[in-house]
């Protein structure tokens, strides 16, 4: 199987109003290339995430990746994390939204895939969907 992916850093001050940024630039990342609860998914899982790794902070970099259908999200924070962090009250919806989700002492990660809900037609339609562009 030939699949084409990207990946995406960029780091995110540890500051509330991070979150919002966060979940923009995912929106922006993978609008074009993934269905729309997908990328729903995508955003609140990111911003999560980075709230669990990076609020209060100095800071959380944050990196997306695909590969054909398949998202990966992490959060790595300079600081060490501790329980509260990786096991948190954000991992039952995180768990709930993505099909895999893992920690170490630095690093949140969650994995997805773009599927279409209940049998329907993913958004946008297939024929319009694209590997993900490259972008800033």
Do not use: K
């Not at 993934?34 to 911003?47: C, F, K, P, W």
């Amino acid at each position: 199987m030939n699949e084409q992916g990207h990946t995406w850093q960029r780091r995110f001050e540890g500051r509330p109003e991070q979150a919002r940024a966060v979940r923009a630039w995912v929106r922006n990342l993978l609008s074009d290339c993934m269905g729309n609860e997908t990328v729903r998914a995508a955003e609140l899982v990111a911003s999560e995430l980075f709230t669990a790794a990076g609020l209060d902070r100095d800071a959380a970099d944050m990196t997306v990746s695909t590969a054909g259908s398949r998202i990966r999200v992490y959060a790595t924070s300079p600081e060490l994390l501790g329980v509260i962090d990786t096991h948190g009250p954000w991992r039952a919806l995180v768990d709930g939204l993505t099909d895999t989700t893992g920690s170490d002492t630095h690093t949140l990660w969650a994995g997805l895939h773009d599927t279409p809900a209940n049998g329907a037609s993913p958004s946008p339609p297939p024929h319009r969907r694209h590997p993900c562009p490259s972008r800033p």
